[in-house]
């Protein structure tokens, strides 16, 4: 098991910045694929992005969010540019092993507590 504590959250205006981090203990941290999920209220947890040996997006943040990874601070971050209302959500960090499916809730087998990210128009 890997335990994963996310930060960063917050409020902020349309078109602008936020970076989310994730910081992982419990397991060798390069041999992980890290994603970030995404939830609104009555909806199911949405892919937005991961890494492992490269990195993929969702077609709603691509070019807008860049997720990357620092191996020795065994954390993953998640830069989101030009931000929108509809990026508002609760934004989860999950961990899986490196080969694999990526874009689905079922691929992950730890996840963070998540934390809350409010874009205002």
């Known amino acids: 098991q890997v335990q994963l504590v996310e930060s960063g959250g917050g409020l902020v205006q349309a078109g602008g910045s936020l970076r989310l981090s994730c910081a992982a203990s419990?397991?060798?941290?390069?041999?992980?694929?890290m994603g970030w999920f995404r939830q609104t209220p009555g909806k199911e947890r949405e892919f937005v992005a991961f890494?492992?040996?490269?990195?993929y997006y969702a077609d709603s943040v691509k070019g807008r969010f860049t997720i990357s990874r620092d191996n020795g601070k065994r954390t993953v971050y998640l830069q989101m540019n030009s931000m929108k209302p509809e990026d508002t959500a609760v934004y989860y960090c999950?961990?899986?092993?490196?080969?694999?499916?990526?874009?689905?809730?079922?691929?992950?087998?730890?996840w963070g507590q998540g934390t809350q990210v409010t874009v205002s128009s």
């Open positions: 999950a961990a899986k092993g490196l080969g694999g499916g990526y874009g689905a809730e079922q691929f992950y087998d730890s």
């Open positions: 419990g397991r060798t941290f390069s041999s992980l694929g």
């Open positions: 890494i492992g040996w490269n990195a």
